[in-house]
């Protein structure tokens, strides 16, 4: 096989609000996952009507990177990191979120962090939001149900992409912005897209009106950043679960192909910079009608991504007859999933399938033929400490090193333009969907637990190795 790019992009994957805490330090306002609680076996998280005592709130300590920032990235630079993914916590900027003017500590805060990654090589992929909507906007307008809050966004992107417009050439509009806006997000009491679909009559109508929000919000960023600066590179970002057949019965692969729909709205609108004709479609049908402003169809027109930020984690099998209670997972499923008996699953059900992760980008690319980014990818693991301190993490490694193998005849047998390759949770953070700590991801060990308690301290897993010599190979030796 011929090699990855030379400037194949080599690093690791985090969100702000799952690794710095300092939720409330240098006058940050509260975000909607600051008030989120820990959620245990069973019970999910929720987000809860502001910091209620006796409640316990896993972000707001986190790992403390906002204090240990640098130590850590002198371990991603050990590692031989190109890139490393972050988002800027929005209430960093603008605590309540519709200041006229931005807070200057947040803002240096992040100076200081790019220019540290930046001293050791390392070049910043930001995302602007990564579920951090400040809290008061999801209270008081309702989130991005409401259209104010499109120029709340564009007011936060256009500070934090001229203040940082020479550091920073990689950015990305909303992360996953297929789940954050989904209904079934609703679990947590709202969604982070700070909409409560509960309390709307139509859930569905207003998931399609708080979609059309983001993507007006997003081109509208598009727009703004080539004009700070031309040379910027503007993605989206997509969770993509693909869908396959259960079997060939045709049934079960038209099925397929009406939830691989789910999958491709956002990047269709993304990409293309119009509505696709299932959505219209389908809108005509329920009788849904989306609130659109006269100047919105050039706006999605004009503010097309320049590649694809995407997660991939897991596969998801559909069947046309399915009963909805043999769901395979929750996370990524649709009412017609069922198991797939060809591939294992995690300890938190989701399916490991690392050919599936070539399936995902030679569709993307064959669709859409722009250059495509591996944001995410990870192994979500129990991890044991021995007692001489050493970390046996080698289901992580089997499970990266087959993602990467997989990514690499998509890049060398079928010419997919990738960008590069993030893994997700490079460092122990925590858990988005559980708020748990157990739920690791890490290269790099972090003491800490479910329950709060913990040093802090950090320690390298076998895994740490391991990727350092993978990204000293360009990936031949995995
Ligand atoms: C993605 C999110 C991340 C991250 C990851 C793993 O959906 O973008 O924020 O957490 O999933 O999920 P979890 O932490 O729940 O295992």
Redesign the pocket.
């Known amino acids: 096989m011929t090699r990855l790019p030379n400037d194949f992009l080599w690093g690791g994957a985090v ?1 702000a609000h ?1 690794l710095e805490g300092g939720w409330n330090k240098g006058y940050k306002g509260v975000s909607i996952v600051d008030v989120m609680t820990a959620g245990t076996k069973g019970v999910p998280r929720k987000i809860t009507d502001g910091v209620l005592e006796g409640e316990y709130y896993p972000n707001h300590e986190a790992i403390d990177f906002y204090s240990r920032y640098k130590e850590d990235i002198a371990l991603f630079a050990e590692m031989g990191f190109t890139c490393f993914r972050t988002s800027i916590a929005w209430t960093r900027i603008f605590p309540n979120g519709d200041e006229l003017e931005p807070n200057e500590e947040g803002l240096q805060f992040y100076d200081d962090l790019f220019d540290e990654l930046l001293h050791h090589g390392i070049e910043p992929v930001v995302t602007l939001s ?2 951090e909507m400040p809290y008061h906007l999801a209270k008081e307008y309702g989130g991005f149900a409401n259209r104010k809050v499109v120029d709340f966004f564009v007011r936060y992107a256009i500070a934090v992409m001229n203040r940082y417009k020479d550091k920073v050439k990689y950015w990305m509009t909303f ?2 912005i297929n ?1 954050q806006t989904n209904t079934s997000a609703d679990i947590f009491g709202w969604t982070c897209s700070g909409v409560r679909y509960s309390e709307h009559e139509n859930p569905m109508e207003t998931m399609y009106q708080v979609a059309h929000h983001e993507l007006v919000a997003s081109a509208l960023v598009v727009k703004e950043g080539k004009i700070i600066n031309p040379t910027f590179e503007i993605g989206c970002m997509i ?1 993509f679960v693909p869908f396959y057949p259960y079997s060939c019965n045709p049934d079960d692969v038209m099925i397929a192909t009406e939830s691989m729909h789910e999958r491709f709205f956002f990047p269709d609108v993304h990409v293309r910079g119009y509505y696709p004709s299932y959505i219209r479609k389908e809108w005509e049908r329920k009788g849904y009608k989306i609130n659109m402003e006269p100047e919105d169809e050039a706006i999605l027109k004009e503010g097309t991504v320049d590649f694809i930020g995407l ?1 991939y ?1 897991m596969s998801n099998a559909v069947k046309a007859d399915a009963e909805t209670d043999t769901s395979a997972s929750t ?1 990524g499923a649709s009412k017609h999933s069922v198991p797939n008996p060809y591939v294992k699953a995690s300890d ?1 059900g989701w399916q490991i399938d690392p050919v599936g992760l070539r399936y995902t980008l030679v569709t993307l690319y064959e669709r859409y033929q722009l250059p495509l980014f591996i944001v ?1 990818n ?1 192994f ?1 693991a129990i991890d044991e400490m021995r007692e001489d301190g050493t970390i046996e993490d080698d289901y992580r490694i089997a499970y990266l090193g087959s993602h990467i193998e997989e990514l690499k005849k998509a890049v060398v047998l079928d010419g997919v333009d990738l960008m590069g390759y993030t893994a ?2 490079c460092i122990d ?6 708020g748990e700590m157990k ?1 690791r ?1 890490g290269f790099i060990y972090v003491d800490k637990h479910n329950d709060g308690t913990g040093s802090l301290m950090r320690s390298k897993k076998k895994s740490f190795h391991w990727y350092k010599n993978v990204i000293a190979t360009n990936g031949e030796k995995v």
């Open positions: 969100a799952q990564h579920f992360n996953e789940n969770a997660s984690y996370d938190w995410e990870g979500g997700w949770g953070v925590i858990s988005f969907t559980t739920k991801y």
